[in-house]
């Protein structure tokens, strides 16, 4: 079965920097796009990044291009989220994320989320 497992997540000050990984199974990961969401108290999940299965092209949120950078490593079946320069608005929980289809339909899966903290 597919499975999305995120680590990296902590506490942070803000200007400081944490590299968030999601180990992916269960499934062709390198055809596959791959997507990074974060889900702050009270707001809605919105997606932070997302990179393609080559990882040839990569789009940001407007909030945070300049200071986060996704990525991936094909032979290790790993996306990762590097983010500098954290800020307090940053504090969210990151969920991985991929979409797949099988017979026509598209399902999406989710990793169990990581808790990022930004605060001195």
């Known amino acids: 079965q597919v499975q999305l497992v995120e680590s990296g997540g902590g506490l942070v000050q803000p200007g400081g920097s944490l590299r968030l990984s999601c180990a992916a199974s269960g499934f062709t990961f390198s055809n596959s796009a791959m997507n990074w969401y974060r889900q702050a108290p009270g707001k809605e999940r919105e997606l932070v990044a997302r990179?393609?299965?080559?990882?040839?092209?990569?789009n940001y949120a407007d909030s945070v291009k300049g200071r986060f950078t996704i990525s991936r490593d094909n032979a290790k079946n790993t996306v990762y989220l590097q983010m500098n320069n954290l800020k307090p608005e940053d504090t969210a929980v990151y969920y991985c994320?991929?979409?797949?289809?099988?017979?026509?339909?598209?399902?999406?899966?989710w990793g169990q989320g990581t808790q990022v903290t930004v605060s001195s």
């Open positions: 990179i393609t299965s080559a990882g040839i092209t990569s």
């Open positions: 994320n991929t979409r797949l289809v099988y017979w026509m339909k598209e399902y999406g899966y």
